[in-house]
């Protein structure tokens, strides 16, 4: 423990330390994004106790060192019976929990959480790691959604955004209050884990490599068109998609869709994993034509690994990839200028898409690395 993690190491009463509730909308999410920050709070003299549905990932929150409750969740559905309920789950658990501080992760837990966090006077903390679909596509639905931030976060003590793009959103629509917003470098990276490989990539054909759920949303139309396009001048360039297929998701890929593209050849897909550092080692270039992004991990995987990288000119995506520079920029929505980029990085010289790739691994060691992540944790959770 460093000297930094004691003096944040929270007081403790008749010898038991003070619990830490988290909760996001999967294990998965935990297990993946946050094991270094639970850990951290572990080794400051916290208890931890995760809240999620239970899912294959619920037995390694264990090997974390912390505690784990099932609790059943519709992430995606939009039933406000459905929402009721998961209130109530909610405030029942706290009541028994009785937890000092509440960690909220993605939105129906930054939302329902919260508000039952308040109801037993924990402290709430909130990550807000991007806005989905439902600010993509504005509408009724948007205006619920915002009404039920602006309530759930008014008596946060802090509200953590990843890109500067939604703090300020957030802000102007009053949802949350200035003093309390604060931006956070994303779910932070292990650099270690993510490096560039020592072994050269086997030789083969100039490789694109898209990972990420296979939504609409992330732009996997356009990936898929813009593959077309490219293939007229460059015949031999795979197109990949890593990602999990049949997401709970409204703007989910449909299973014949991608049957359709496979059987066609334009999309070479790799299915569902836990680590991508093979695939990404294996790629030349990572792509991300997403339409909106909180903070993209795996861009900024991409660039630990040392690769150039393509994406949207969005929110989050233009957060990551700094254009000309660590790769390039595109239109959103727009194959066309989406193939554009990818001819650019395809005839570029070798020695300047390494280039691009050594400068985005810096860009992550400054801005993205973990340790930066839970020194906010632990800077907002000393304050009052």
Not at 4 to 18: F, H, L
Not at 159 to 164: A, D, E, G, S
Not at 183 to 212: K, N, Q
Request: glycine share 8%; charged share 25%; hydrophobic share 45%.
């Amino acid at each position: 423990m460093t000297q930094g993690d004691r003096k944040n190491r929270p007081a403790t009463s008749r010898g038991e330390a003070p619990m830490i509730v988290i909760s996001a909308n999967s294990c998965w999410n935990i297990v993946n994004f946050r094991a270094s920050l639970v850990r951290a709070l572990i080794d400051a003299g916290y208890r931890v106790v995760v809240l999620a549905p239970e899912d294959r990932h619920a037995a390694a929150i264990a090997g974390l060192g912390a505690s784990f409750v099932p609790l059943a969740m519709n992430s995606s559905g939009l039933s406000i019976r459905e929402d009721a309920g998961l209130f109530l789950r909610y405030r029942r658990l706290f009541r028994t929990l009785r937890p000092s501080v509440y960690l909220g992760f993605t939105a129906k837990p930054n939302i329902y959480g919260s508000l039952a966090a308040q109801a037993v006077g924990a402290r709430a903390i909130n990550n807000v790691s991007g806005l989905g679909t439902v600010f993509i596509k504005r509408g009724v639905v948007t205006r619920i959604v915002s009404a039920l931030y602006r309530l759930s976060f008014r008596r946060s003590a802090t509200v953590f955004f990843q890109n500067r793009d939604d703090l300020e959103l957030f802000v102007a629509k009053r949802l949350v209050a200035p003093g309390k917003a604060d931006l956070l470098p994303g779910s932070g990276i292990d650099l270690r884990y993510f490096a560039p490989t020592a072994d050269e990539r086997r030789a083969g054909p100039f490789r694109f490599l898209l990972v990420g759920r296979l939504l609409w949303d992330k732009g996997v139309r356009e990936y898929v068109e813009a593959a077309r396009l490219v293939r007229r001048d460059h015949s031999g360039v795979v197109f990949q998609l890593l990602g999990e297929l049949g997401a709970s998701n409204r703007t989910a890929v449909p299973a014949a869709e991608l049957a359709r593209w496979q059987a066609e050849g334009i999309i070479d897909y790799l299915g569902h994993s836990d680590d991508v550092r093979g695939a990404v080692s294996q790629a030349d270039c990572l792509v991300l034509p997403s339409y909106r992004e909180g903070l993209p991990r795996a861009l900024l995987e991409g660039s630990a690994m040392g690769k150039p990288l393509i994406a949207t000119d969005v929110a989050g995506c233009r957060d990551v990839v700094v254009d000309g520079e660590t790769g390039y920029l595109c239109e959103v929505r727009s194959a066309a200028s989406l193939a554009d980029a990818m001819v650019k990085i395809l005839e570029a010289p070798d020695d300047q898409r390494s280039a691009m790739g050594e400068r985005g691994r810096r860009k992550v060691e400054l801005e993205y690395c973990q340790s930066r992540v839970i020194a906010k944790y632990l800077a907002a959770l000393g304050r009052p």
